[in-house]
């Protein structure tokens, strides 16, 4: 894992986004993962605006998002469908059908699981997934004690989770209890991760990531397996890492040939 730790939450998002319109630039035709969540909200903005500037295209693009609710309508103002096109796919020139959310309401939801694994695979794969991690060290909507070894299937959030969420409902509408979310597995077969994570509330969860034994109580340690994961985090999100300095000084010290700037 390549941990990077910048000042704030915007350096971090603009580091993020040259990292996506690098893959881009290399492999037009690439394939995102996308994560949804307040996470990648400045990294969706960055792009937007390198996309407005001519400097990236994402015409020959293909996305999969990692999770969506069950039983509701993609047009639900608090799907992850309404979420995506609000905050990134109005604004970008994406082809619709190179895009891919779980349907919240697919009448067979293993079926369509099964479908969704299989629209993975027959695009190629995953070349770069957008992560952000839950408070409680989950990535995609795999709770602690998801398997490791997990593909997309039906979950049941936490209670944190759906209390960390709920924000994003109307005051009078219940957080659905069940997500569709792609497996710890379908995102450890992505090429590259990249996690964003700010504020001290995920400080815990990305020391337990980096640092803590791989466990499926943090599902997102199992990223200490995977050969290319880069996590950027701000100051309070790095807070509890044990090395910080370590990491700071690798990524001060990294070649010419390796640098993201
Ligand atoms: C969202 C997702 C989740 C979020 C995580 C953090 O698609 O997969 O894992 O990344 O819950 O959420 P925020 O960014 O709202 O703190």
Known sequence: MEIIIVDTEAQASHLGAKIVAQQLMKKPDSVLGLATGSTPL?????????????????????????DEYVGLAPSHPSS??????KNFFNHINIRPHRIHLPDGLAPDIAEHCRQYEGAIKAAGGIDLQVLG??????IGFNEPTSSLASRTRIKTLTLQTRHDNAPNFDLNEQVPHHVITMGVGTILESRICLMLAFGTSK????????????????????LQMHPHTIVIVDETAASALSRRDYYRWVYDNKPKWQQYE
């Open 42 to 66: 400045a990294l969706y903005n960055q792009l937007i605006g390198l996309y407005t500037q001519k400097q990236i295209d994402f015409s020959r693009t293909t996305s999969f998002n990692l």
């Open 80 to 85: 992850y469908n309404s979420y995506m096109w």
């Open 133 to 138: 991690i839950g408070a409680d060290g989950h």
């Open 203 to 222: 400080a815990q969860a990305i020391r337990d990531m980096v640092e803590g034994p791989i466990s499926s109580s943090v599902p997102a340690s199992a």
